[in-house]
């Protein structure tokens, strides 16, 4: 370590998404923070579905909050986080009534309003009639975390934070870790998933959600409390799944089976869902501020960012922006699908990207290749831009 080296506020060893959104929040008010990315970030596109409507009227006000929270958080990286129409099936009677009252208290626009679902008279879930009470299509969202980093990093940098390779003098380390104790996904391949929406299930205990992936499907769990019975919990996860026809194959069930099981207090700052975020990020801020003397606010920092939530208005902008760069494109052969995904990701670079695949399209025609060597290069500019000071 040089001796003419900064001395930080606040010095961190790794990096999550709450330890990002922490970073820059902190930085934003004034306090001198180093963030050490020793260990990198992954880039990888791997999305997880919020878990905003409740399940039960006892959790009505909290759930309130929640959305509130992860709306404000959306204004910081509103293209990351995808509106999507999820099928919610429950084991009670009243679920319907419940979003209903969840839509007027929130003010929901009326294209995000639940709408209930029928399953006996529904040709697409009519096989889930006999295994679930009710169902209703309800609007949440789909994040993308590990993008959603990078994008907080670099505004943490744009207000004076420091990003590192080394390790920095700080009066106050925290460790984060990318790991999560609350949420695991996994993908189940070559198993088709046959109905047209992402599908959520959820208790007081768990939540779990079903999406389609390429020719396979992708299973997400999150928890809810922090010591459940744990023989109990992947008991109703595997029954659960069972009910959907989801193969519980040894790997499936020995991927919840580790997770459950071996989900441990740990000394690092783990990586919450989104279900556990915004009350964890507050206990964080709060602590920083009394190690700095200094508020750290979450609505105020949140407040000042000046963009606008995802909802409809953002989502259709967002929308037409991508159909209007995919019209640029699509001569090099790139699906819709895989072209979206990287507008989404890179909206800021997406022009660029766009020229170098017709650029290289005098090496390849092979739309795949030509996908992931544009990604490679963003990232890969990236990467200079975040260790330009090492």
Not at 2 to 16: A, L, R
Not at 291 to 309: C, D, E, F, Q, V
């Amino acid at each position: 370590m040089s001796k003419n080296q900064p001395i930080y506020f606040i010095q961190t060893e790794g990096v999550n998404y709450i330890g990002a959104l922490w970073a820059y929040f902190a930085q934003k008010s004034g306090l001198k923070v180093s963030i050490n990315l020793q260990q990198g970030v992954h880039t990888s596109f791997n999305p997880e579905l919020s878990i905003v409507c409740p399940v039960s009227f006892t959790q009505l006000p909290a759930a309130m909050q929640r959305r509130k929270d992860i709306l404000k958080l959306s204004t910081l990286t509103p293209h990351l986080f995808y509106p999507r129409r999820v099928l919610m099936l429950s084991d009670y009677s009243n679920n319907n009534k419940l979003q209903t009252i969840f839509d007027i208290l929130t003010k929901r626009e009326r294209e995000a309003c639940a709408l209930p679902v029928n399953l006996l008279k529904n040709k697409t879930y009519k096989a889930l009639a006999s295994k679930f009470k009710s169902a209703v299509l309800v609007y949440e969202y789909q994040f993308d975390r590990n993008r959603a980093i990078i994008e907080l990093l670099k505004k943490a940098q744009k207000t004076g934070a420091n990003l590192s390779r080394e390790k920095t003098h700080g009066l106050n380390t925290f460790k984060f870790s990318p790991e999560s104790n609350t949420h695991t996904a996994i993908i189940i391949e070559n198993h088709a998933w046959v109905y047209p929406n992402d599908i959520r299930y959820s208790t007081h205990e768990f939540s779990i959600y079903i999406q389609k992936w390429d020719m396979s499907t992708r299973v997400g769990l999150i928890t809810h409390k922090k010591n459940p019975d744990k023989e109990k919990l992947l008991r109703g996860v595997t029954e659960f799944l069972s009910k959907l026809n989801i193969p519980i194959n040894d790997e499936t069930k020995t991927h919840f089976k580790h997770f459950i099981f071996n989900s441990k207090k740990s000394e690092l700052i783990t990586e919450p869902s989104l279900f556990d975020l915004p009350k964890q990020l507050r206990g964080l801020l709060k602590q920083a501020s009394s190690a700095a003397n200094k508020p750290i606010r979450l609505t105020k920092a949140l407040n000042t960012n000046g963009m606008s939530p995802m909802n409809h208005a953002t989502f259709r902008f967002f929308q037409q922006q991508c159909d209007e760069k995919f019209d640029l494109a699509k001569q090099t052969g790139i699906d819709y699908t895989v072209f979206s995904q990287l507008y989404y990701r890179y909206p800021d670079s997406i022009d660029d990207m766009i020229e170098d695949a017709y650029a290289l399209m005098s090496t390849t025609r092979d739309p795949q290749c030509i996908a992931k060597q544009i990604e490679s290069n963003i990232l890969q500019t990236e990467n200079q831009i975040f260790y330009k000071n090492d």
